[in-house]
């Protein structure tokens, strides 16, 4: 199984980025995509997810109604795009894949690289 998210930079208060995060080697249809985050010195915290087979996304509190995780059936592909971005979303944005919908990082088992996102005031 191969993820590989990318997208990330340096944007200003209130500016916009989207991740993309190709994933491949992985042939359990039934399962989710999570976006995760990491800030130095803390634990890597849910952000959002979708199940593949249908249209359920899930949010973490904060990011609702700023964030939108989409993907592309086609391109095996799920996307995060961050609006309205806030210094405190400054972090290492990660993709995972697990099984079933979880807002805990253990549940994910496969994880690609991740992209640097830093939001300046």
């Known amino acids: 199984v191969q993820l590989q998210a990318s997208g990330g930079g340096l944007v200003q208060a209130g500016g916009f980025l989207r991740l993309s995060c190709p994933v491949s080697?992985?042939?359990?249809?039934?399962?989710?995509m999570g976006w995760f985050r990491q800030a130095p010195g803390k634990e890597r915290e849910f952000v959002a997810a979708?199940?593949?087979?249908?249209?359920?996304?899930y949010y973490e509190d904060s990011v609702k109604g700023r964030f939108s995780i989409s993907k592309d059936k086609i391109k095996n592909t799920v996307y995060l795009q961050m609006n309205s971005l806030k210094p405190e979303d400054t972090a290492v944005y990660y993709c995972g894949v697990s099984y079933a919908y979880d807002t805990n990082y253990c549940a994910y088992k496969y994880w690609g690289q991740g992209t640097q996102v830093t939001v300046s005031s």
């Open positions: 080697g992985f042939a359990f249809s039934n399962y989710h």
């Open positions: 979708t199940r593949w087979s249908d249209s359920r996304t």
